[in-house]
C-alpha cells in the first residue's frame, strides 16, 4: 500500500512560529493547607452534632425548642459546607 507523502514547507499552525516563546503556568501541587482541612472536618462533625443533639435534647433547650424546624437546616446546611468544600481539598 502506498504511503502518503508528508511536506515539512506547510505549516500547519499559521498563526504560530516555531520560535516562540511560552511561558510556564505555575501549578499548585503544594495542596491545601492545614488549616482548610481542619475547618471542612469542623463542618461535617458540627454538623452531625447539632442535628444528633437536636435529635436527642432539642425540646429541652430553650434556643432550640424555638427554632423547631429550622434546626434541621442548620444542621444540615453546617453538614453541606463541609461536604462542598470536600471538592476543593487535594
Do not use: E, H
Not at 500547519?12 to 511560552?22: E, H, K, L, M
Not at 495542596?31 to 436527642?56: D, E, H
Not at 432539642?58 to 444540615?76: C, E, H, K, T, V
Amino acid at each position: 500500500m502506498p504511503k502518503a507523502k508528508v511536506s515539512q514547507s506547510s505549516n500547519q499552525f499559521s498563526g504560530q512560529s516555531s520560535s516562540a516563546s511560552r511561558t510556564p503556568v505555575k501549578i499548585n501541587t503544594g495542596g491545601t493547607p492545614k488549616w482548610y482541612k481542619g475547618l471542612m472536618f469542623f463542618f461535617i462533625l458540627a454538623g452531625l452534632l447539632y442535628l444528633v443533639l437536636n435529635y436527642l435534647a432539642g425540646p429541652s433547650i430553650p434556643l432550640m425548642r424555638d427554632l423547631q424546624a429550622w434546626n434541621y437546616g442548620i444542621g444540615f446546611g453546617l453538614f453541606i459546607i463541609g461536604l462542598l468544600m470536600t471538592m476543593g481539598w487535594r
